[in-house]
Every structure is written in structure tokens, then in C-alpha cells.
């Protein structure tokens, strides 16, 4: 398995979820959640060291969010095993996606991979048909 395989072996699953307590429609607020699943299929554990998000609304206004970890932590995560979390972001639109990649590690030689986040929809409940 080459550096740049490892990539394929790591899944990532997303749901989301539109928090209307939180949101304002008439102030342009729309809160979301999301959930995010990290598998390794690969046969070594990594470490998830950072992250890079592009968030887009409906208006085509985009935002980068990079930082370290995710929601505080930089989990290892041993061959076959999952992590989760969950976060949320908030936008001026009712619909909008957001995509991006975890930046991770192999453990046992520190190289390095990008795992490639899949574009993925917000949306405020029943504003897709």
C-alpha cells in the first residue's frame, strides 16, 4: 500500500440535519448539523491531524474553515475501527454544501495523506423537493 493509496481506505459517511430551534429565517440564520463517520479499511492505524472545509450557500458565498482536529481531538484510528463526531456550521441560506479533506498521518511512519471529504447538501427541511 503506497502513500497514496491510503486515501481509498479511509471512508468517511456524512448525515446532516437542519436545527430549527436554532435558526432564524428571518435574519438569514440557518443552523445545521452534520455527523461524520471515519472508517479505516486500511491494514494501519492513522491519525486525523487537521481539517479543511469550503462551505458554499445557496448565494454562492463561500467559506474555508481550517484548524486543527476535529471538534477538539486528533483521534487515532486503529485498522477496521471507526470514528464519529458531530459539529455544525451555520449559513445566510436554507440550502448550501460543504466539502473538503482530513489531513492524516500512517502512524507507524508518520507519512502523510489527504482523505477527501464528498461534497455534501445542507438543507433546511423540505427546501428540496
Not at 471507526?82 to 436554507?94: H, L, P, R
Not at 473538503?100 to 508518520?110: A, E, F, L, N, T
Amino acid at each position: 500500500m503506497t502513500d497514496m493509496d491510503l486515501d481509498k481506505y479511509v471512508d468517511i459517511s456524512v448525515t446532516t440535519h437542519y436545527i430549527s430551534e436554532q435558526s432564524d429565517p428571518e435574519t438569514h440564520r440557518y443552523v445545521f448539523s452534520y455527523h461524520i463517520t471515519i472508517t479505516n479499511n486500511a491494514s494501519v492505524a492513522v491519525q486525523l491531524i487537521s481539517r479543511r472545509w469550503l462551505i458554499t450557500d445557496g448565494n454562492e458565498q463561500t467559506q474555508e474553515v481550517v484548524g486543527e482536529g476535529v471538534v477538539g481531538e486528533q483521534p487515532v484510528i486503529e485498522p477496521g475501527e471507526s470514528y464519529s463526531y458531530t459539529s455544525g456550521t451555520v449559513m445566510a441560506t436554507e440550502v448550501g454544501s460543504m466539502q473538503g479533506h482530513y489531513s492524516m498521518i500512517r502512524v507507524q511512519d508518520g507519512a502523510s495523506f489527504d482523505a477527501p471529504i464528498q461534497p455534501f447538501t445542507l438543507a433546511q427541511t423540505h427546501a428540496l423537493h
